[in-house]
T-cell receptor
């Protein structure tokens, strides 16, 4: 059983560019959640996908968008990058959407916006 | 609006002693509380959780206590081991909404 994987590990972009981050869920999981973790802060919920549909969203602007594919892997897309988007982006997979369903996190993608 | 707060950014404890990590929350509607542990260059790992209808949950060396009237929860690690050195996040969850809300984290250092 493979765990949650994310790619790339690190990424450097410039302001105004667009970025796509990828996440492969743990085997058997149908839910993916994305989080942004700024330096010195806890992860902040961006959105969750359950069976390819967006199932909840945090306080992030529409330039943050996502997709979940039939194999339950997922993408996070960020348009018009801003300096404040520099952070660690974490995805977490679970079987189910709830707090009782343990979320398994990937190692994250470190995004730097210059 | 920080609904989940961990007011101690760091904690240092001697090996074998008790580590107590604290967390406060503002929303009385949370249904579950969870603790995650994070090592550098790894994602957070689930440690232990507690339902809002309970006041204590124990798993080996880890015990979580919930005081609903004070909107406070704590994680006790007994005895502390050097391998416990990591950043600990508390998180809260509601059935309605479905998102985990994390605190800022507390970095625990267990010294041999």
């Amino acid at each position: 059983e493979t765990g949650v994987t994310q790619s790339p590990t690190h990424l450097i972009k410039t302001r105004g560019q667009q970025v796509t981050l990828r996440c492969s869920s743990q085997s058997g999981h149908n839910t993916v959640s994305w989080y942004q973790q700024a330096l010195g802060q806890g992860p902040q919920f961006i959105f969750q996908y359950y069976r390819e549909e967006e199932n909840g969203r945090g306080n992030f602007p529409p330039r943050f968008s996502g997709l979940q594919f039939p194999n339950y892997s997922s993408e996070l897309n960020v348009n018009a990058l801003e300096l404040d988007d520099s952070a660690l982006y974490l995805c977490a997979s679970s079987f189910g959407q709830g707090g009782t369903d343990t979320q398994y996190f990937g190692p994250g993608t470190r995004l730097t916006v210059l | 609006d920080q609904q989940v707060k961990q007011n101690s950014p760091s904690l240092s404890v001697q090996e074998g002693r008790i580590s107590i990590l604290n967390c406060d929350y503002t929303n009385s509607m949370f249904d579950y509380f969870l603790w995650y542990k994070k090592y550098p260059a790894e994602g957070p790992t689930f440690l232990i959780s507690i339902s809002s209808i309970k006041d204590k949950n124990e798993d080996g060396r880890f015990t979580v206590f919930l005081n609903k009237s004070a909107k406070h929860l704590s994680l006790h690690i007994v005895p502390s081991q050097p391998g416990d050195s990591a950043v600990y996040f508390c998180a809260a969850w509601r059935y309605q909404g479905g998102k985990l809300i994390f605190g800022q984290g507390t970095e625990l250092s267990v010294k041999p």
